[in-house]
């Protein structure tokens, strides 16, 4: 059930001119939430902009045992990224979740594969730690533009996750997209069959993961990211086409319906 | 003391004067887990048709300065799903349910009125005919005096349910369409819809809705809104159920001051999901302060002495 919190800002840590990493005093929140599952904020209460943004759960604090908050990895776009970017602690940003379906994590004999497009790393964190708990093997495909905007990567290592790494730039690990070296493993005889492939990033990222999966005999559970007004269901305006048999694509509300979907039954457009 | 924050919408009575924007609220069925839905007035659900559908493609919102742009295209499962899958949610959880319907035809709105007469549950029907972001139907009646009159008359012999037909702010004179409503039998009319509006991306040139067009709504809206209920005010006698930007009891206040009835909140329902409690504590807190009992009696009380207006026809 869904909770409505003024959290107080906990700390904000930039990562870079654009990225940041936003702590937040939510605990109920975050100890209901699952991998995937976001949380709709606004910082303020100003008139503009107007409405909430959905925001990933990245992971639950916890400080002595006891969960004390969640954070968030924004990255600074547009007007309410920047007031998320520009929080201090202190400050009181409106809290809404846990929303959407999670992923759902496989367990061994299957591996999980992550595959992380930019701030599309934002799922991952939690993810990662669940499938390392139940002794998954666990790798991640992690893409940016530039090696000064790959994070975390000291954090996945110390859960035991692989890291295969890919910058626009080729600043640092694979030069070009991380669909590539995701295609290659795919096609390696050598590798397990039995592969969930988990993505989150930008929707043609998200397009080329569903459709290798298929290629390749796995399948995929990918995290969309649609405007979103309200993240409860009640605008209708998060929709994305899912495949109807016999009437072509049917839309469906991906804050309640999602925001993960299994990657074949999305309609690519 | 007590306050009474009842209302009366022709034969409907209402706990409180707030009701959830059809819309803006799901089919009620969406917000059952994070607030009590009986404690609201009323839920206007989603517009429906007879048969379900699909909606423009997305980019469907676009934010706008203290507003926002809709076009969704009235995506919808369609009467006969919504009494299937819908209704019995709402009668358990105790919503008073207000179904808003949409046609093409005025033979559409009838049939629609017809199967919604024999639901339980079902307390009134709003008439959308002021959907600007469709083109068949529904505006096309609400733009004129005419249309709006033959589709309350036909939809008025066909139910004994009171009927709001919700209408549009996209008019030259929306007082002569209320009066049309009227006297075609309407118990209320609810105004206004969205105003038809458009949001362009300069980089790109392109429009920033897929439909291109759209309805805005939210703040920027709602001293219009204000002016088209106190307008109307002195053009029916029907109670008026006033809409457009409410965010704050005192934004409620203003609309039942200007002429209204009961109120409908729906953009500030996205970004504040658990409004409803803080608006019933600030209208509490205004009777107090005011030494009034009940709030019906402030509808239409502003006071207009000082500054006559002589340009509103009565």
Redesign the interface.
Known sequence: ??L?VAAEVLFNTHLSGDYNVLGLAAPEIAASAGPGQFVML?SGNR??????RPFSVFETLEADGTTTGLSILNKRIGPSTTLLFEARPGDRV?C?GPLGRPFVPVAPPDEAWLIAGGVGLAPFAMLAERLRARGTAVRLYYGARRASELFFLDAFEQLGVRLILTTEDGSRGLHGRVTAPLERDLGDRAEPVRAMLYACGPEPMLAAVARLAAAHGRQSQVSVE??M??G?????????PLKATGRGA??VRSC?AGPVFRGDEIEWR | MAVDLAVGIGALRLANPLIAAS????YGT??G??IDLSSLGAVAV?GLFLTER??HP??????T????L?A?GL?GIGVHRFIAEKMPELRARGAVVIVNICGTTIQEYVELARILSDVEGVAALELNISCPNIKEGGITFGCSVHGTADVVRSVRAATRLPIIPKLTPNVTDISSIARAAEEAGADAVSLVNTFLAMAIDVETRRPRLSNIVGGLS??AIRPIAVRMVYECRHAVRIPIIGMGGI?TAADVLEFMIAGASAVQVG?A??????IWPKLVDGLRAYLERHNLRTIAELTGTIDTSAREKEWISS
Do not use: W
């Open positions: 059930m869904p409505d606004k008139l503009e902009p107007l409405l909430r409106q809404l649609r405007v007004g309200c409860l269901g009640g605008c209708y305006s998060c929709v994305i049917h839309y309640i | 819309g803006c609220f799901g969406e917000y887990d994070v989603k699909e909606g997305p980019p469907r919102i676009v934010e300065p203290a507003g926002m809709n969704i995506q939210g703040p965010q953009t329902n996205f970004s504040d999901p658990m």
